[in-house]
């Protein structure tokens, strides 16, 4: 998937399988295919004893779902596979058996000592090498021809094969060709087996390996997992299974599971069905199946388990794999309990609070354009008297983030809707409460439709289509709300009695309060103290009323706006001049109505400027021909919304300078020769889900000069020379959700845009990237930051910008040796937690990691010859704790920290109980303790810097024979000694260390002079 390239050596070769044909019969026909409905009862193992009560998970049923092609081929391993079927059809005939013969056996000649060789289906109850000399027929219909009663047991067939003889439905009795219960390191290597209901069936088992085998024509699955762990399945072939448990099953539990070079073909239902989580899939090829990856939704989150190098043709719900054809997991299949970490469905009455952020890219792989096509709910009530408690964390990316459908008293709290086409959508819900909420980039904040009683307080709606939109929604109470920004601030329609008390609704681009004509009359609603500014309804006390039925003022040439109000242009203007349309004061509203406004090839200047005035609204214009399509200078609230314009030689799009409070929003400018979207001294804006495309020449598709404080979201460029570049002291903005698709540079920030903290970056998808550490820059269609338990030594060398999105640990190195590089690629956390957390190793590296967010970066404990190094890392994450560090070493031998950069709100590098290692060359700016040594012993401390922006620049506390040169310890205090690092013979220092202050370090004696 182009993330990260794993170094780790495989140590079996591939093999090639040997297959015998016997006397068999032909194979008869194959059964039908069973329909999907209630899942059948335990299959049970019964010829040797073994008693399994377990029933296999059966997989949800779907209905019909349009596929997107997605995901690109595997051309190597599509040729190894065409050859492996090639073979696979030579032999199909292997387990062609009928039930009334049996198989001629064929004998080998000798076997290796130490082993015992068997020739009939039997019961292993001692560890040890066994050796198959024969094929094995089980004429049974029931229970196992092999049954492995018995811990580090290994099986070889040498390619001898063990069949059964059906049954051919998915229905108890069920036959199995081996079978294991309770047991460790179990191998089977060189097998067929086939015409079983299950091929290889574990329960509760630790260890299993099986290579280098057939698994095929086995009816319910080749493979069955029950609470089996840790094992490993590669080189083998797995095929023609009939039922819709698929041809390898995991459930149950079943984890740490990996799959390596495994063909599954020809199976009816599913290759993979899963439904556990923590596996490894690798350079599978899965094809001709209904779907080659199938995981239920708790088990197919694009975290739940990992895969790289399949060559598959289609994947229903498993979010970390990518085929051909991508179908999303119905998240709505997910129950909810009262403590809520994922989206899903709310089933039960009572309280529910969310742990933490919920983002609905996270659990599904689908791209954010297609959420609208499956209608991806993140929270859906299906039960009355619920309150959702969000617990002040975000709901985001969703096409409805919170569906309340035909359920009464549901309340929603403390909650933060973002970027979705619904924030909270209330059908047939009557006393439906909404508080202490806020709702951001939205098409329809709050919508609530045939639903009467409701109660919004403290409801707060910013840059949204509609901030409440409210159908046949009557008898509701909206207390101290407060809309800015939106198209419609309130949209009523149907609806009556309602009553606004406090709050305000203002900076609509089309109207702040508009009732359709059935609910604008003076007796429909009430308001009481709610600040507007423009309405339509003759109940709404805002500043300005135009009446429901008024006719705005025709436009009909190029003319100066000198009269507030609403303007309609009723033509096309071809052959304009400039300053066609010259608004020359405030609260104007102009609505081209996708009218033209075409200069000349020799028109020099913008078609529409404004200057110094206030709330000015440019709605659905076309613009052609001239030198800019808008100069928009000095205005407070201008809104340029839904325009197009196509460029001419050596032009602008729209240039906006010293405007604050504005948006410009959903507009389409092609053919720019220069810039596109131009800032200048831009404050407090909105600019979304703007269309850039053919930019000519050296063309600029957003640039931000001297802006703070804007939101640059979800627009997208199209071969322009560069995408989006900030320059000049262009910081603290939030820019996320972007794309752009250069010849040149996607994106840039000049040197002083770049710093880790220069900005609020999210998610932008790009290819290159100059600058802009503070942003992840991520290429299309890159899954999110496969974060992985290292258990074999690795090199993790990440090959793009990414984000990581739980408040968990990403890395956890514990293999020797192993590095994890991210190339000088910015790691974005969305949601803190850790970025690496390295156990007990020896010789572990990260490096060259650009880090941002995470509330603790690298945490070391009992290492040794640990190295983090030339690492950036800022924490504008909420720290919790203000004792937490970015980097904290504990127990570590020699560790060795160079070259790294901090920035957080708490503490910089901690050393506890760690010896003879290096601190050097570190710049650290913490609020807390910028360096803390506690307990370490012959450490050297050197070139150091500790700003004066810390609070403490370095604290030790019983160091002893450490040695200091060359620091700059800055901050509220600079140094501190306490405990046994007080002595004069502690600790050396060697000179040139400078201290804001020194409190109790008597060792200091070359540097007394500048450690004052």
Request: hydrophobic letters at 30%; charged letters at 10%; glycine letters at 10%.
């Amino acid at each position: 998937m182009g993330i990260y390239t794993s170094v780790q050596k495989i140590t079996d070769d591939e093999l090639e399988v040997k297959l015998m044909a016997g006397n068999e019969n032909p194979q008869p026909n194959a059964p039908a295919a069973p329909q999907r409905g209630p899942q059948p009862s335990a299959p049970t193992p019964t010829s040797s004893g073994m008693n399994v009560e377990v029933t296999p998970l059966s997989p949800l049923t779907m209905g019909p779902i349009s596929m997107k092609k997605v995901g690109k081929s595997h051309l190597p391993v599509i040729l190894i596979a065409v050859a492996v079927v090639l073979i696979l059809l030579g032999v199909v005939y292997i387990f062609a058996l009928s039930p009334q013969h049996t198989t001629t056996t064929t004998t080998t000649t000798s076997v290796p000592q130490g082993g015992q060789a068997f020739d009939s289906c039997k019961s292993i109850t001692s560890p040890g090498k066994y050796y198959i000399t024969s094929n094995l027929h089980y004429s049974q219909q029931s229970g196992a021809c092999i049954t492995v009663n018995a811990s580090n047991v290994q099986i070889l067939c040498s390619g001898t094969a063990i069949y059964g003889s059906g049954p051919y439905s998915a229905l108890p009795p069920f036959s199995y060709g081996i079978a294991v219960s309770d047991q460790k390191n179990v191998s089977v290597d060189g097998c067929a087996v086939g015409n079983f209901s299950y091929g290889l069936y574990a329960v509760s088992d630790k260890g299993i390996v099986l290579t280098n085998s057939n698994v095929t024509h086995n009816y319910a699955s080749g493979i069955y997992l029950n609470h089996t762990t840790n094992s490993t399945f590669a080189y083998d072939f797995i095929t023609n299974t009939g039922s819709q448990w698929g041809a390898v099953q995991l459930t149950n539990n079943s984890s740490g599971n990996q799959f390596l070079n495994n063909s599954l073909m020809f199976n009816s239902y599913y290759g993979f069905n899963i439904s556990s989580s923590g596996q490894r899939f690798l350079n599978n090829y899965v094809v001709e199946s209904s779907s080659g990856f199938y995981c239920s939704p708790l088990n197919g989150f694009p975290n739940s388990s990992f895969a790289s190098g399949n060559t598959c043709e289609n994947n229903t719900g498993c979010g970390f794999v990518s085929c051909k054809s991508n179908i999303p997991a119905n998240i709505s299949k997910v129950a909810l309990g009262y403590q809520i970490a994922t989206c899903g469905t709310i089933h039960t009455p009572g309280t529910h609070y969310l742990t933490g952020n919920l983002d609905l890219m996270d659990f599904m792989n689908v791209n954010r354009s297609a959420m609208q096509q499956y209608g991806s709910v993140c929270i859906n009530v299906a039960s009355r008297d619920v309150i959702l408690d969000c617990n002040n964390h975000t709901i985001s990316d969703a096409y409805i983030g919170v569906d309340v459908n035909g359920q009464t008293n549901f309340t929603l709290s403390h909650c933060d809707v973002q970027g979705t086409a619904y924030g909270t959508y209330a059908y047939n819900a009557n006393n439906t409460a909404i508080e202490n909420s806020t709702f951001y980039n939205n098409s329809y904040a709050v919508e609530v439709q045939n639903s009467d009683g409701f109660k919004f307080n403290g409801v707060s709606a910013r840059s949204n289509g509609y901030g409440i939109d409210l159908v046949n929604a009557s008898s509701g109470i909206l207390t101290n709300i407060g809309i800015k920004g939106s198209k419609y601030g309130v949209f009523l329609s149907g609806s009556l009695g309602n009553v606004f008390n406090g709050g305000s609704v203002t900076n609509s681009s089309a109207m702040d309060i508009y009732a359709t004509s059935g609910s604008a009359n003076r007796t429909d609603n009430f308001m009481s103290g709610t600040t507007c500014q423009f309405t339509n309804a003759a109940w709404a006390d805002c500043g300005q009323y135009l009446p429901p039925n008024s006719t705005a003022y025709p436009i009909t040439f190029c003319q100066n706006i000198v009269n507030p109000g609403n303007y309609i242009m009723q033509q096309s203007f071809i052959g304009a001049y400039h300053d066609c349309l010259d608004i020359k004061t405030s609260n104007v509203n102009i609505d081209c109505e996708g009218n033209l406004i075409q200069g000349t090839r020799y028109t020099t200047g913008p078609a529409i400027v404004a200057a110094n005035e206030r709330n000015i609204t440019i709605n659905d214009c076309r613009i052609g021909g001239f030198t800019s399509a808008m100069d928009i200078y000095g205005v407070t609230g201008a809104n340029v919304i839904n325009d197009s314009y196509t460029g001419s030689p050596s032009d602008y799009g729209f240039n906006f300078s010293n405007v604050t409070y504005s948006t410009i929003k959903d507009n389409h400018i092609i053919n720019v020769y220069n810039i596109s979207i131009n800032l200048q001294h831009v404050t407090h804006s909105n600019v979304s889900l703007n269309n850039i495309s053919y930019g000519i020449n050296r063309s600029i598709d957003v640039l931000i000069s001297n802006s703070t404080m804007d939101s640059i979201l979800q627009n997208r460029g199209l071969e322009g020379k560069m995408g989006l570049a900030l320059e000049g002291q262009s910081q603290n903005n939030t820019i996320m959700n972007n794309s752009f698709d250069t010849s040149g540079t996607d994106y840039y920030c000049a040197p002083e845009d770049s710093a880790l903290d220069a900005g609020n970056g999210g998610v932008n998808t790009g290819v290159s990237k100059v600058g802009c550490r503070w942003m992840a820059v991520i290429p299309q269609a890159t899954p999110a930051l496969n974060c992985q338990r290292i258990t074999a030594t690795s090199l993790i060398s990440l090959t793009s910008d990414n984000y990581y999105g739980f408040n968990a640990t990403c890395f956890t190195p514990i293999a020797n040796y192993t590095t994890v590089n991210c190339n000088g690629h910015t790691i974005l956390s969305q949601n803190g937690g850790t970025f690496a957390e390295i156990l007990n190793g020896t010789g572990i590296t990260v490096e060259n990691c650009y880090l941002k967010g995470f509330n603790k970066f690298i945490t070391v404990s009992g290492a040794n010859t640990t190295v983090i190094q030339n690492n950036t890392m800022y924490s504008n994450a909420s720290v919790s704790n203000s004792t937490t560090f970015a980097v904290s070493v504990v127990r570590t031998d020699k560790p060795y920290m160079k070259k790294n950069s901090i920035l957080t709100p708490s503490g910089g590098i901690e050393l506890r109980n760690s010896n003879y290692g290096d601190v050097a060359f570190n710049n650290v700016t913490a609020g807390t303790t910028a360096y803390e040594l506690y307990n370490t012993t012959g450490m050297n401390v050197y070139n150091n810097t500790a700003t004066q922006s810390s609070g403490i620049g370095a604290l030790l506390y019983n160091t002893v024979t450490d040695i200091f040169y060359n620091n700059g310890f800055g901050g509220v205090s600079g140094l501190v000694c306490q405990g046994s690092s007080q002595g004069t013979n502690e600790n050396t220092d060697t000179g040139g260390n400078k201290c804001s202050s020194v409190s109790s370090c008597s060792w200091i004696t070359q540097s007394s002079t500048t450690c004052h």
